[in-house]
């Protein structure tokens, strides 16, 4: 692996390039972002979670275990805060004038991008047999992580029912799930499936075609 000398010493470069794409963020926030990053990096190298360690996790930021042991308390509590960041790293703005047509297309394909077009989609793909034997780290990813990213979808289709564009009866949980379930299990089960912009529509539309008045 190679290494960049910096003020603080012999960093990798991969972590020295990450802290490049960030200049003029405080030091702190930079060591913060490396050990972040390479827990993504790692996990999509098909490093399991029962083998990541945070010896390991220190190596490729470039920073001493007690730089992570500050921030978080246990491997658990750090894959956790990964994996919001990787999901949830800006705030979502629905775009200009969208009904809930084009606010529900766009929340598919922040996720298809999330899950194909990134590592963190890999990271993830790792993830899914460690969370199968893992019944606490299950219901912290469920509850930090998928239910966020649920709720996005629950507010437009309230949203949507309280201005007239949905039935008043509609079920959100289920509109919710039958979307992000859709998704989720086309793009990680089936890789040889081509998930494009028109099926994330053509989903949108199919759901909508029963859900409005």
Not at 72 to 84: D, G, H, P, S, Y
Not at 161 to 169: Q, S, T, V, W
Not at 174 to 182: I, K, P, Q
Request: net charge neutral; glycine share 6%; aromatic share 6%.
């Amino acid at each position: 692996m190679s290494l960049r000398t910096t003020g603080g010493g012999a960093i990798p470069a991969d972590a020295a390039a990450q802290t490049q794409r960030r200049p003029g963020r405080p030091r702190s926030e930079q060591v913060e972002d490396a050990i972040l990053d390479a827990v993504i990096a790692l996990l999509s190298q098909s490093v399991t979670y029962d083998l990541l360690s945070m010896e390991m996790i220190a190596a490729k930021a470039g920073v001493g275990k007690a730089a992570i042991y500050r921030r978080w308390a246990n491997k658990e509590e750090l894959v956790i805060t990964t994996l919001q960041r990787a999901f949830h790293s800006t705030p979502r703005k629905a775009p200009t004038g969208a009904g809930v047509r084009e606010q529900l297309i766009d929340l598919l394909l922040q996720m298809r991008s999330n899950v194909l077009e990134t590592h963190e989609g890999t990271a993830f793909a790792v993830l899914l047999q460690t969370l199968a034997g893992n019944p606490q780290l299950m219901f912290r990813y469920q509850e930090t992580v998928i239910e966020p990213r649920r709720e996005q979808y629950r507010e437009v289709l309230r949203a949507a029912i309280a201005n007239g564009e949905l039935r008043p009866d509609l079920n959100v949980e289920r509109a919710t799930v039958m979307l992000t379930s859709t998704i989720l299990f086309v793009c990680k089960l089936f890789p040889a499936f081509e998930v494009t912009e028109d099926y994330c529509v053509g989903l949108v539309d199919d759901m909508l075609r029963g859900a409005r008045p």
